[in-house]
Each structure stands twice: as structure tokens, then as C-alpha cells.
């Protein structure tokens, strides 16, 4: 069965900043991967997807992934952060046809963008 | 209309209440999903429902009762619901993807529950 681990609960980083934030999965067949983002008191939005072809995928507000198949890893990128970037951010995999392909969710990040 | 719209944004209710959950797009999608989310938590499945049918339920207590009415909406009823039920309960939607497993999900942006 597929699933995800974020490796880091809180990053905090200064304005303009880089931030990376770590997603690794588990599966043994293909997979389907996401990034959401949630902000306060919000729904969750699609950031980006991989799904197939190119392995850096770019999303929007300037966020991309690179998916790593050796590494089976799929981690979050931005070269530079703004206060608006202050989020939770889940990494997702689809799941398999015993999974009845539902959203397999890690445990989530929590962005602190500092001035 | 590309999104998820959920009514009411926050509800209220005692323990002895009835009250529904409204989830609603007009996007053509084909599965529908309920969520439910503790603080700092991630979404925890709750149902799927897809061409309008149940094929999911993750073992929820049946105070909680998933209705699909037609391909564009979902409702949630609530029934003698308990303190612990308090969440923000998200619904989703999928892109049907030539009958095979959906991908991605969209997600509304919730009601806040809160069981007194």
C-alpha cells in the first residue's frame, strides 16, 4: 500500500529565502503525486502534480517538484518565500486500486515565513 | 464555474441536533468526496461516491449519513453528532479519467463544525 512521509513538521524561514520541504513515498507501482497547500481556515489547493512525463513539475505562486524515482521522492521547492507563503503544505500520493485510489496524505508542514 | 462551493461555512449545533452539510460543482465531475480535518491534522476520508453511488466508506459512525442527490452535489447529514465530531469537514470533487481511477482532487473550502 502507498504512503507518504513529510519529513519535517515546522520549517520556519526569513522572507526571500529558499525553502525545500521534504515528501518521500512508498509504492511499488505507479504513482500519482501532489502537493496541497491549505492556508487558515481554508480548503486545500492543488499546487502541483506529477503524474507523468518531465520529472520537475512547476505549479503556481512560483512553487515546483522534482520527482525522484530512486529516491522515491517528491519534494516541495520555492527559491524565494513570501509572508504570504505561510501555510500547511500536504504531499499526497494517489493511492492503488486496493486503496480504491483514494488521497494518501502525510502528516503535513507548517510553512513560518519571518520578515 | 470551476469550483468546490460547501454551505453552511460554519454551523453550530447541540448534540440532540439534525442538520446537513451542502457540497455542490458544476464542473462535470463524477466523484464526489467527503473529508473530515482536525487541527494540524491532515483530511481524514470519511466517503467517496462515484456516478452518484457510495463506493466508499471508511468504516464512519452512522451519524454521519452521505446523500447524493445527482452528479453535482452532496450532502452530508448530521444526526446526535458528539463533542469530538468538531472539525472542518471538506468536500472534493474528481475529473472522470476515461473510467479508470481518478487523479487529482479539488477541494471546497469547508464548514466548521461545532458540537456543543
Known amino acids: 500500500a502507498q504512503s507518504v512521509t513529510q519529513l519535517d513538521s515546522q520549517v520556519p524561514v526569513f522572507e526571500e529565502a529558499p525553502v525545500e520541504l521534504r515528501c518521500n513515498y512508498s509504492?511499488?507501482?505507479?504513482?500519482?503525486l501532489f502537493w496541497y497547500v491549505q492556508y487558515p481556515n481554508q480548503g486545500l489547493q492543488l499546487l502541483l502534480k506529477?503524474?507523468?512525463?518531465?520529472?520537475l513539475v512547476k505549479g503556481i505562486n512560483g512553487f515546483e517538484a522534482e520527482f525522484n524515482k530512486s529516491q522515491t521522492s517528491f519534494h516541495l521547492r520555492k527559491p524565494s518565500v513570501h509572508i504570504s507563503d505561510t501555510a500547511e503544505y500536504f504531499c499526497a500520493v494517489r493511492g492503488s486500486y486496493n486503496q480504491g485510489g483514494k488521497l494518501i496524505f502525510g502528516q503535513g508542514t507548517e510553512l513560518s515565513v519571518k520578515p | 464555474d470551476t469550483e468546490v462551493t460547501q454551505t453552511p461555512k460554519h454551523l453550530v449545533m447541540g448534540m440532540t441536533n439534525k442538520k446537513s452539510l451542502k457540497c455542490e460543482q458544476h464542473?462535470?465531475?463524477?466523484?464526489m468526496y467527503w473529508y473530515k480535518q482536525k487541527a494540524k491534522k491532515p483530511p481524514e476520508l470519511m466517503f467517496v461516491y462515484s456516478y452518484e453511488k457510495l463506493s466508499i466508506n471508511e468504516s464512519v459512525p452512522s451519524r454521519f449519513s452521505p446523500e447524493c442527490p445527482n452528479s453535482s452535489l452532496l450532502n452530508l447529514h448530521l444526526h446526535a453528532l458528539q463533542p469530538e465530531d468538531s472539525a472542518l469537514y471538506l468536500c472534493a470533487s474528481s475529473p472522470p479519467v476515461g473510467g479508470r481511477l481518478p487523479h487529482e482532487q479539488f477541494f471546497g473550502p469547508g464548514t466548521r463544525l461545532t458540537v456543543l
Open positions: 464542473m462535470g465531475h463524477r466523484a
Open positions: 509504492s511499488s507501482v505507479s504513482v500519482y
Open positions: 506529477y503524474l507523468s512525463g518531465s520529472t
